[in-house]
């Protein structure tokens, strides 16, 4: 059996990030296999509980400087498939962002010209970060 991975979720075990009127927006509920759209870089998540509790510190700010830490929790998920590494992430989360965020992505255009470009928002993820096509949900 895989060792399970950390994944942050919000307050309806949802996607964190993610505006909940989506297409990207998934449900993680307790039981399940979820997986991640074809046209996404897959699920995140964290080897450690400590990298997922950096993710929140970090992430949990809103546009209008909001902390929403006090809504995401920490849930334990088991991989399935290949996990692979983002070279970045993006802070916005709109569906229109993050399909041409992937579309670039897979054109291999790479580090400066995605970079480059605000509109993305893009950060590096912290260490630790890793993308799978779809995880078990173990609670």
């Known amino acids: 059996m895989r060792k399970c991975k950390f994944k942050v979720v919000d307050k309806s075990r949802g996607s964190c990030i993610v505006n909940v009127n989506s297409s990207f927006y998934i449900k993680y ?9 074809k046209d996404s870089l897959g699920i995140m998540v964290f080897n450690t509980r400590e990298t997922a509790e950096a993710f929140i510190d970090i992430h949990s700010f809103n546009r209008y400087g909001i902390n929403n830490s006090k809504n995401w929790k920490i849930k334990r998920v088991i991989p399935i498939g ?4 983002p070279e970045y ?3 916005s ?14 054109k291999n255009i790479k580090g400066g010209n995605l970079r480059n470009n605000m509109f993305f928002k893009l950060c590096t993820p912290i260490g630790n970060t890793i993308c799978y096509p779809g ?5």
Do not use: C, F
């Open 82 to 85: 290949k996990g692979k590494t």
């Open 29 to 37: 509920p307790p039981g399940k296999n979820v997986y991640a759209r």
């Open 93 to 106: 989360a709109r569906t229109k962002d993050i399909k041409e965020l992937v579309n670039l992505m897979k």
């Open 89 to 91: 992430i993006s802070k």
């Open 135 to 139: 995880v078990h949900v173990v609670d």
